[in-house]
């Protein structure tokens, strides 16, 4: 059913347990869930939870940082593209230099959500310092880290444009390095 007066959309299906169950689109996704022994919906689910939570809000090399102020902020060794807003994203304070002994080499990130992920590649069973190697021999290569977290980590995911949609994820165990 749609509300062409506010731009609203509302489904409604069946759950597993047979209970109505709603999905309203406006500015928020909702899903409601319908309480048959008071006749009432409940709101059981809502996203974007946050603006973080919206796709790529502070462009490349920035992250979003929910509880900072300003939310878009350029990780360490960049600086904003246009100083009037953080949507256009970070660039390098230093200009990069791709195989430059001592000048080419990566810092590691840690907390953060992987980027978008259009322009990357991944092997499953390389190792870190293999991955590692691998994106120093690719000038093009923004960034690298394992593909899997779990224990000491394994395979390699880098990436080769610029990053985006970073996000701060306190409780992550991954790392990231650009």
């Known amino acids: 059913m749609k509300n062409g007066n506010h731009g609203e959309e509302i489904q409604t299906g069946e759950n597993s347990e047979d209970l109505p169950v709603a999905y309203q689109t406006l500015l928020c996704r909702q899903r409601n ?3 048959p ?3 009432t919906w409940r709101l ?3 996203a974007p939870r946050d603006i973080c939570d919206t796709y790529s809000p502070c462009g490349s090399y920035a992250n979003c940082m929910v509880d900072s ?3 878009c ?5 960049f600086k904003p593209k246009s100083l009037d ?5 970070c660039v390098r ?3 990069w230099s791709c195989k430059v002994e001592g000048r080419d080499g990566f810092r590691k990130f840690v907390g953060l959500k992987f980027p978008d992920t259009t322009h990357s590649w991944i092997n499953k069973s390389m190792t870190l310092e293999e991955c590692k190697v691998k994106c120093w021999e690719n000038c093009s290569c923004t960034a690298y880290a394992n593909l899997d977290i779990r224990g000491a980590g394994s395979g390699c995911s ?3 444009a610029d990053l985006i949609d970073l996000k701060v994820v306190s409780q992550s165990g991954q790392y990231l390095n650009i």
């Open 85 to 89: 807003t953080m949507e256009q994203g």
């Open 37 to 39: 022994e008071n006749g």
């Open 69 to 71: 102020s300003p939310v």
């Open 44 to 46: 059981f689910q809502t």
């Open 33 to 35: 869930i319908w309480i």
């Open 158 to 160: 880098i990436w080769f």
């Open 73 to 77: 902020q350029c990780l360490e060794g």
């Open 93 to 95: 304070s230093e200009p």
